[in-house]
């Protein structure tokens, strides 16, 4: 591994650990040139296919589904760690399906269960363009049905 404060091609491992339930591990590293120190995070790769409502099939990209959230988030008070713990809880539990292929209607609805809970205005903006809207009835419903439900009651 790299060092990124003084490029020297080589690190020592002065520890490792388990983290999110064993799914990934942090790497503490240290550099022989320098000595600075510098964390690595490494992560199992499974393959997993999205079907999309087109009938296409992708690779699962856990940073477009960072991305998607971080759009609908925009200019929101939400932190780093909060996007990071929604898409890594979405990604949990897409690999818990244990199946090799999801539709991205479910990552879609995982999206919007993980919004609806934490940021309203957040959730608008993303059920807008997953549910593709027809008009402003259409979603001023939708914005009616989330203000009239009880915080602990989920959409439908």
Not at 1 to 29: A, H, L, N, T
Not at 49 to 73: H, T, Y
Not at 107 to 136: H, N, Q, T
Request: charged share 35%.
């Amino acid at each position: 591994m790299r060092c990124p404060f003084c490029g020297y091609k080589d690190s020592r491992v002065v520890d490792s650990r388990d983290i999110e339930s064993g799914e990934s591990i942090r790497r503490r590293r240290e550099c022989p040139e320098c000595g600075q120190r510098f964390s690595t995070y490494e992560r199992v790769a499974l393959s997993l296919q999205v079907a999309k409502r087109d009938g296409r099939r992708e690779e699962f990209d856990r940073q477009k589904l960072i991305n998607s959230i971080w759009k609908a988030c925009e200019k929101r008070d939400l932190s780093v760690d909060t996007v990071e713990s929604i898409a890594r809880t979405i990604e949990h539990k897409i690999h818990r399906m244990g199946t090799s292929e999801v539709p991205s209607t479910v990552i879609g609805e995982y999206v919007m269960d993980s919004l609806r809970d934490i940021d309203e205005v957040a959730y608008i903006r993303f059920a807008s363009v997953y549910k593709s809207f027809a008009d402003l009835d259409e979603m001023r419903a939708e914005m009616e049905r989330l203000a009239a439900r009880p915080v602990s009651e989920p959409l439908q």
